[in-house]
């Protein structure tokens, strides 16, 4: 009996040798939460290179990552509606909203800013200059019939 005793006792000295080990390891510091971000537009197969760019005559989206109550886009040359909780194919995000121009805005480059949970996370982004959008008046016109002699 004296022998089991011992036996037994090991036996429990050793599992709580192996047992500390492991305890010490889930007590360490808890790994640092991913840092958000923010991003104007997702690349598509399409296109590889819309992000952070405005994009004329389509539609435009902001992205956020970020942890905390009413998420809030803002920029100088940007409008937002429509706020929509994710996750979202493409991008790292768990928040979006519509992103329109707005009026009178020049090309360059412009800060986005997301702001949740008393973090705040910018970006920059470009617009490009507008393309002409009316026709030079007496400038021939495909197939009206203007060049046919």
């Known amino acids: 009996m004296r022998k089991t005793v011992v036996f037994v006792a090991a036996a429990v000295i050793g599992a709580t040798a192996l047992a500390a080990p492991a305890t010490a390891q889930s007590s360490s510091p808890a790994a640092p939460a991913p840092a958000g971000s923010v991003q104007l537009n997702v690349n598509t197969a399409i296109n590889q290179s819309l992000v952070d760019k405005y994009v004329r005559d389509a539609p435009n989206?902001?992205?956020?990552?970020?942890?905390?109550?009413?998420?809030?886009?803002?920029?100088?040359?940007?409008?937002?509606?429509?706020?929509?909780?994710?996750?979202?194919?493409?991008?790292?995000?768990?928040?979006?909203?519509?992103?329109?121009?707005?009026?009178?805005?020049?090309?360059?480059?412009?800060?986005?800013?997301?702001?949740c949970g008393g973090q705040t996370y910018t970006t920059k982004f470009t617009v490009p200059a507008a393309q002409v959008a009316k026709v030079p008046s007496g400038a021939a016109k495909a197939g009206d019939g203007s060049m046919a002699g």
């Open 61 to 115: 989206v902001a992205l956020a990552k970020c942890e905390g109550a009413s998420p809030k886009f803002s920029s100088p040359a940007l409008d937002f509606a429509n706020y929509t909780p994710g996750p979202f194919m493409g991008a790292d995000a768990n928040i979006s909203a519509d992103a329109t121009l707005k009026p009178g805005t020049a090309a360059g480059e412009y800060p986005l800013t997301v702001t």
